[in-house]
């Protein structure tokens, strides 16, 4: 919310500074120069980038005002749903888990969980540790090795759809110029029009400057750097997942290894003891009760 109010602020000023200086003139050519300008920044943003990139880069300006899927709430849920799968192992061995892990779609376990279903990285690498857990216990460090690959792949890859619209907004100033440098030839073309077209038309053509300058440096650029946070945020998951299971591979405790988790969450997004301890309980009993 904070976001979508910050880009009405921006549009209402400038676009309402533009209404008010620029002329009628300027006001008619605004949509062609929009279009142009806006469809050439499409076109490079299709051109170097795979249609994968291409296709989150372009969700990433909707994604940057939604703003992160995981909260307080969500983490909370992450860590029931690990404590609860170490437990079960635990207790009575990971086959005890293993119609869990190996269909988390089905499993009325993951269900509890619902931000970690709806997370396919968080979800896949939960499932994926545990079976290379179950596989061989002798060697912790390659479970661990495997969860800090998984970690650096998942931001990597969604990090070139924040490059992606970086690349964008320092290319849209240039977009810019090139529209201002038509908007001068169609002005050299009528060199003898009398002086008030010729500023007219003048004025039309630096309007591509205008757009382009401020798409890049008032839209563009301020959304590529949000959705870079949103990425930050929505892969702080991951590493708590690596946390906890890595000190569970360990030998370490369950109840100690969530602590471990909770603390390497961010102050803003972190649950405190009292509800996880609360929650992990109530799964408990909703756990005994089904049994």
């Known amino acids: 919310m904070p976001q979508l109010i910050g880009l009405v602020l921006v549009l209402v000023l400038v676009m ?26 499409v076109g490079t943003l299709l051109i170097g980038n795979s249609p994968k990139v291409a296709k989150e880069a372009f969700g ?44 988390p779609d089905d499993s009325a376990l993951f269900a509890t969980a619902p931000a970690v279903q709806a997370d396919a990285a968080v979800r896949d690498m ?13 060697d ?11 970690v650096a792949l998942h931001v990597d890859q969604r990090m ?30 009528s060199i003898d029009q009398s002086p008030a077209i010729l500023g007219m038309m003048i004025g039309t053509a630096l309007l591509g400057t205008f757009l382009g300058v ?24 991951l590493d708590v997942v690596r946390t906890v299971l890595s000190a569970f591979g360990s030998g370490v405790q369950p109840g100690i290894a969530i602590e471990l988790g909770r603390t390497a969450i961010p102050v803003e997004q972190r649950p405190d003891a009292d509800s996880v301890e609360r929650a992990q309980t109530s799964a408990r009993f909703a756990e005994r009760a089904v049994a």
């Open 16 to 41: 309402g500074g533009l209404a008010l200086t620029g002329g009628q003139g300027v006001m008619q050519a605004l949509p062609f120069e929009l279009a142009l300008i806006g469809g050439a920044a």
């Open 60 to 103: 990433g300006f909707v994604r940057s005002f939604q703003g992160s899927r995981w909260h307080r709430a969500q983490h909370r849920e992450l860590l029931v749903l690990l404590a609860t799968l170490m437990r079960r192992a635990r207790q009575d061995g990971f086959v005890s888990i293993e119609r869990d892990i190996e269909n």
């Open 126 to 138: 939960i499932c994926d540790s545990f079976r290379l857990m179950a596989l061989d216990l002798s």
């Open 140 to 150: 912790p460090a390659r479970a661990e090795a495997h969860m800090e690959q998984a």
């Open 160 to 189: 070139k759809a924040v490059n992606a619209l970086n690349t964008v907004a320092d290319a849209l100033p240039a977009l810019g110029i090139v529209a201002a440098v038509l908007g001068i030839i169609k002005t050299m073309g």
């Open 214 to 237: 401020f798409l890049a440096y008032g839209v563009v650029g301020p959304v590529a750097a949000r959705y870079g946070q949103i990425v930050e945020d929505e892969a702080q998951p």
